[in-house]
């Protein structure tokens, strides 16, 4: 088959959206201690690399063909690939897996500072597996809330375009779930260093992921007329979005922050992922608007609840993804004249499939989440040590720091650096000079 212009933008599409994965990791690194940065980073850039392999053996083949029971696809369907070759759909193979990789990163930030690398690398495919490609069967891949669907049949069409359920929802339920079982950080809520390390990275970061979302949102589009619609609702959604933050922010604590723009971009991108070829303009810009000063308000509610979700994946992700989910049952556009939202005169079909959607995606990935975190915390062992939290999981877990501070640098190397946390807790003048 000769390729056209849709190969060549869904190949662009995938590596931006690739991007968003690092560009994740700089946003999240930035907001740790320096002396978690590493591991913050690498959190992300180990979920890319075990789903790149899931993906090709069986992560694809469950979200697409042949289903089980409508809640995901035979593994074997097109294991390894090995079928999709010399036909385009290994294209959107590709694609879809910068979607996985992406999705499992979010999670990793709910549990910064204290998490067991190798027990995250456990949870990774494990959650891919039972969680992600179940839900991206089950609403874009022929199954039960995908169009001719039994829970579509019986309350209405879903509708997600981009991933306000599959990716946004799954994962800020998944980091609720975690963030519990792993607990609180030592001195969460207390102690003055738990703060951003590096804002300009995380600026960066945010830029990278504004800069992705344009590939994530619109690498579907069929026509230009689409992608037209969908590029400036991805445009002007987070930047709404970054504006009520700040307002939000100078109203509430006097001065509005760098952390809390890039914040708000995220959770202006995170709330027009469901709906971004399906509402105006004008709406997007009035949702953005409402995100911004909504997710303010919720990173702010770990405090109260005693949640260390410790860089907002909660308030963020499952707050904006459930707020762009069931605004449509409100703004969706009608096609063809017909449906719609309610100010669109539509009925509450579209509102009802929309919290259908989502309570069911609340329900499996909180529910399997638990079992999976639960699991890995009786055996691995999710957190790590007091002793290696106060040295920092960058050296205690990879024997390696972010920053060399001083004339001749930390003085870490091969042979100097700690093996174990008390030997690191016994030898203070190795320990990064900031936070």
């Not at 969460?188 to 990278?208: S, Y």
Request: with cysteine; hydrophobic share 55%; aromatic share 10%.
């Amino acid at each position: 088959m000769e390729i056209t212009a849709q190969h060549v933008w869904l190949m662009i599409s995938a590596g931006m959206v690739l991007l968003m994965t690092p560009g994740l990791g700089l946003f999240y690194g930035g907001m740790t201690r320096a002396k978690a940065a590493l591991n913050m980073i690498l959190m992300s850039f180990i979920s890319a690399g075990i789903v790149g392999v899931v993906w090709v053996l069986w992560g694809y083949s469950m979200t697409t063909g042949e289903g089980v029971l409508g809640i995901f696809g035979n593994p074997f369907t097109s294991f390894g690939l090995e079928s999709l070759m010399g036909s385009p759909d290994l294209i959107k193979a590709g694609y879809s897996a910068t979607f996985a990789m992406v999705t499992v990163a979010l999670i990793s930030g709910a549990i910064a500072d204290r998490a067991r690398f190798s027990a995250w690398a456990l949870f990774v495919p494990l959650w891919i597996t039972l969680v992600y490609c179940p839900l991206a069967y089950m609403i874009w891949g022929g199954g039960l809330m995908s169009a001719g669907g039994a829970i579509t049949a019986v309350f209405g069409q879903v509708i997600d375009f981009a991933g306000g359920a599959v990716v946004e929802i799954s994962s800020g339920t998944a980091a609720l779930v975690l963030a519990v079982i792993v607990g609180q950080r030592q001195g969460f809520a207390k102690d003055p260093n738990h703060r951003p390390h590096n804002v300009p990275f995380i600026m960066l970061g945010a830029a990278i992921l504004w800069f992705g979302w344009f590939g994530f949102n619109g690498g579907a589009a069929t026509t230009a007329e689409q992608a037209g619609l969908i590029w400036v609702n991805t445009l002007v959604a987070p930047a709404a979005a970054m504006l009520s933050w700040l307002i939000t922010e100078k109203i509430r604590h006097g001065h509005p922050t760098s952390l809390g723009a890039a914040s708000g971009v995220v959770a202006g991108l995170v709330v027009i992922t469901p709906s971004c070829a399906n509402i105006s303009p004008v709406a997007a810009v009035g949702l953005g608007l409402v995100a911004g000063a909504a997710c303010a308000i919720f990173v702010d509610l770990k405090y109260r609840f005693g949640l260390d979700d410790s860089l907002d994946v909660v308030g963020v992700h499952l707050g904006a993804g459930v707020i762009g989910m069931l605004a449509l049952g409100f703004i969706a556009l009608p096609v063809d004249g017909q449906g719609g939202g309610l100010f669109y005169g539509g009925g509450l079909q579209q509102l009802v499939a929309q919290s259908v959607a989502v309570l069911v995606t609340v329900l499996l990935s909180g529910a399997v989440t638990a079992v999976i975190g639960r699991a890995i915390n009786k055996t691995v062992g999710f957190r790590v040590s007091a002793e290696a939290e106060t040295v920092g999981v960058d050296l205690a877990e990879h024997a390696e720091t972010a920053y060399a501070f001083g004339e001749h640098g930390t003085g870490f190397s091969p042979a100097n650096i700690p093996t174990t946390p008390a030997d690191t807790v016994a030898a203070p003048a190795r320990q990064n000079t900031f936070a």
